[in-house]
């Protein structure tokens, strides 16, 4: 308690000195109010680091056997000790382990580059009952959006940025949970973050596997599975899709993969923020900016100071301070107009190219059985935009083994929530090997009372 409260003395005089220094006291597009929320936004954002001054932590330097390593190789492993639990992870709950590693992945030219990731293991193989078990099934979670900078990294927050939502549910339900960051959150990568860079997230999540195994391989099954949410609903979606294609023969070494669920996939940014530039309202702007932030990491010919307004531009350094919550108190409210010179970058070759080869839009075959899952009041990632993806696959592909379950009236995050037992049950089937279907199906469930909760997003 006195720890805690003297961290938060800590972080609102951190709060005060760095907005004493050289900040302006209103921006054309962030007058004081706004600026007021941004800065309330950021210190609780802060709060939930677990190194709040993320440039302290060594852990996430690059390691020096970096430089000859292959994709799949582990560089560091560090188990989080109780007494670091106490303080730093503050919302991993009673009974769970947590160790963090940098690991090798690849980049979209194959060559390796660094990526952090988390493990949550259970507290004992016996306390679900299966008395006989001897190992984990091994489930990779993808997260969704937390931001564009390296400390929004979920294996930096006290929560893993989706607690209970997800990674803390599924290792209380039983399973080791290996949840990379993707590369470029956390480790430093050429380029920086591929934000929604699918096809990239998809090697990211093997080889998370493939390197977890290094250490903690005898307490996992060599079954294994994947499960996302919104960029991680993407991600989950390329990984059954990339482990499908030719040339994938080492990221096929995580394991013998059983399928995906992917919830409210945010699968192809064109259709997405076209849709979301069309009215004249707010464009949920914080993500655009990372897309085009991950596009310029890879295609030098798109630059973001040549489409941004400038005084959208001022608040770039805001934005890169901060991660989401605070990114949306900073420009959520603000349209297309305010926000770009004009909005023709997402029919540039470049974005074009991006979303073919980086992304990875599809459709694409299936490796293994898919569970989609989305909520028909979602206003971030449109039900009208990836059902249509979910029917190209079906259309092109009908031996495919995928189901898309509609969830009503429940938006981006609440239908995580709502749908939790749905999908926990078909992982289990997916592990008890009774997921055979080979057909595309889609269904929506019914909720039992008029009078849910639907507006709670938190963890
Ligand atoms: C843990 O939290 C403390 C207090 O916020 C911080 O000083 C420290 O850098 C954090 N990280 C590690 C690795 O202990
Ligand atoms: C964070 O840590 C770095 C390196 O230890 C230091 O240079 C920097 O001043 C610190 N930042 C804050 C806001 O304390
Ligand atoms: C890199 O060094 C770490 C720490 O010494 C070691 O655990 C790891 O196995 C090494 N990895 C490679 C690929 O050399
Ligand atoms: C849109 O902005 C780009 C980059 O600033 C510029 O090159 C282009 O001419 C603009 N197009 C239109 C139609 O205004």
Known sequence: MLFSLLLSLLLSALGSASSSTSRPDAYSLCDAQCLEAYQTSHNSERKLWATPNFSDDRFYDTPANATRAKPGDLLRWEDVSTERMSTNFTGIPGGLSVS?????????????????????????????????????????????????SRQCAPSNNQNLAYGWKAPIFFANSGYAVIATDYAGLGTQVPGGFRYEGGFLHAADVAYSVIAARKVIGHLLTDEWAVVGHSEGGLTAWRTNERLAMPNQDELLKAGTFLGAV???????PSELLRKAFAGDGPIYAPVSVYVMKSIQGLYPELQIKDWLTPEARELMPLLEQSCLSAGLALYSKLTAKQVFTNTTWIDSPAFRDWESRVNGAGPHALAAPMLVVQGLDDQITYTEEFTRDFKRTCDA?????????????????????????????YIQRLFAGTCQQRRCSIRTIKPITKHFQQYFVGY
């Not at 992917?262 to 192809?268: M, N, Q």
């Not at 009236?409 to 749905?422: F, K, R, S, V």
Request: aromatic share 12%; glycine share 6%.
């Open 100 to 148: 963090r590693m940098i690991y090798m992945t690849e980049d979209i030219d194959r060559k390796p580059i660094t990526a952090s990731a988390y493990i949550l293991l259970p507290y004992s193989l016996e306390i679900y009952g299966d008395l006989g078990a001897t190992r984990f099934r091994t489930l990779a979670w993808a997260h969704g959006t937390v931001g564009h």
């Open 262 to 268: 992917s919830v409210a996939p945010a699968l192809r």
């Open 397 to 425: 592909f009908p031996e495919s083994s995928a189901e898309l379950l509609l969830v009503p009236e429940l938006g981006h995050d609440p239908a995580l929530y709502a749908a939790q037992p749905y999908y926990l049950a």
